[in-house]
């Protein structure tokens, strides 16, 4: 199993930006999806945006157009870079990669209904507040 380690939370006005980080314990080159998970208080942690081996990204429509997803596949690391941020992102914001049926999904709606193949690591919190 990959073991993922995120970063670069932290308290931002309304319409900042942030970026995360993800740091994965082995390579990611041979891992067909990758995604972000933001899991508000209360509220169960579903994805916001997957990367694909072939470089293929998608978001759910609350974030496209504001959040973009990379991968560095030589530094084992993926990253979520969010902009015109709002308080409803607010989260704690986890990595992870997607099943093995990812590999078949075309479209944010097939992936969201992939389990992630990992277990979860410790998360990093998004606050946005004025």
């Known amino acids: 199993q990959v073991q993922f380690v995120e970063s670069g939370g932290g308290l931002v006005q309304p319409g900042g930006s942030l970026t995360l980080s993800c740091a994965a314990s082995?390579?990611?080159?041979?891992?067909?999806?990758l995604g972000w998970y933001p899991q508000a208080q209360g509220q169960r942690r579903e994805l916001a945006a997957v990367?694909?081996?072939?470089?293929?990204?998608d978001y759910v429509p609350s974030v496209k157009g504001r959040f973009t997803m990379t991968r560095d596949n030589a530094n084992n690391a993926v990253y979520l870079r969010m902009n015109n941020l709002k308080p409803e992102d607010t989260a704690v914001y986890y990595c992870?990669?997607?099943?093995?049926?990812?590999?078949?999904?075309?479209?944010?709606?097939?992936?969201?209904?992939?389990?992630?193949?990992?277990?979860w690591g410790q998360g990093t919190q998004v606050t946005v507040s004025s």
């Open positions: 082995g390579s990611i080159l041979h891992l067909d999806a």
């Open positions: 990367l694909t081996k072939q470089e293929a990204t």
């Open positions: 992870n990669s997607l099943g093995d049926l990812a590999r078949f999904c075309v479209g944010y709606r097939c992936w969201a209904d992939i389990n992630p193949k990992n277990s």
